[in-house]
């Protein structure tokens, strides 16, 4: 029935006229900031698989619904295909309820960006910082190991190279996106 409602009440939402009690009905079944913070994520990450089928809904009181990350396989530039290009326009904004909060809480988007950038969060070095680490810490050895293991049979070779000038150009697009300066 929780799931029923909610459908319901997201098209009934994208009826609506824009205004303050569309986003009251959006804050009242939704919550918002952590669509918000999926939205920055899936920008950041170029997480274009996660608007239609990789993401879960959650609710805990049957009404008010949260965004989790999900099955994150095709993000940072490889989409399973290849690599794409970091995104420099909104993506997601057709599917509701992103569009909608992209629609009635840009502000607070763009206010919620300029934090997590300002305090070093969304910051190539504080991605590359774990990662590295993570890699230190496997060591080459075992890297090649598995390349011979695999070798022929799919799979992706990557570098930290491609990942941190990918990152680099992502965190530049999203600035121009959310209109953000230092």
Request: hydrophobic content about 40%; charged content about 25%.
């Amino acid at each position: 029935k929780s799931i029923e409602r909610l459908s319901r009440n997201v098209h009934d939402l994208t009826l609506m006229a824009a205004g303050e009690e569309k986003r009251n009905a959006i804050a009242d079944i939704f919550d918002v900031e952590s669509i918000i913070d999926y939205i920055i994520f899936g920008q950041i990450m170029a997480n274009i698989d996660g608007y239609k089928k990789n993401w879960q809904w959650v609710t805990y009181d049957g009404n008010k619904w949260a965004v989790n990350a999900y099955d994150l396989d095709g993000v940072w530039g490889w989409n399973g295909w290849g690599y794409i290009t970091p995104l420099t326009t909104w993506y997601g904004k057709e599917i509701p309820p992103v569009g909608l909060v992209i629609d009635n809480f840009l502000p607070e988007i763009q206010s919620r960006y300029k934090a997590l950038r300002d305090h070093g969060v969304i910051s190539v070095a504080n991605v590359m910082g774990p990662l590295n680490e993570y890699i230190k810490n496997i060591g080459i050895d075992y890297f090649e190991k598995e390349y011979d293991k695999w070798d022929g049979q799919g799979g992706e070779r990557d570098n930290l190279w491609r990942f941190e000038t990918w990152m680099e150009e992502s965190i530049r697009g999203t600035d121009a996106l959310m209109n953000y300066t230092d």
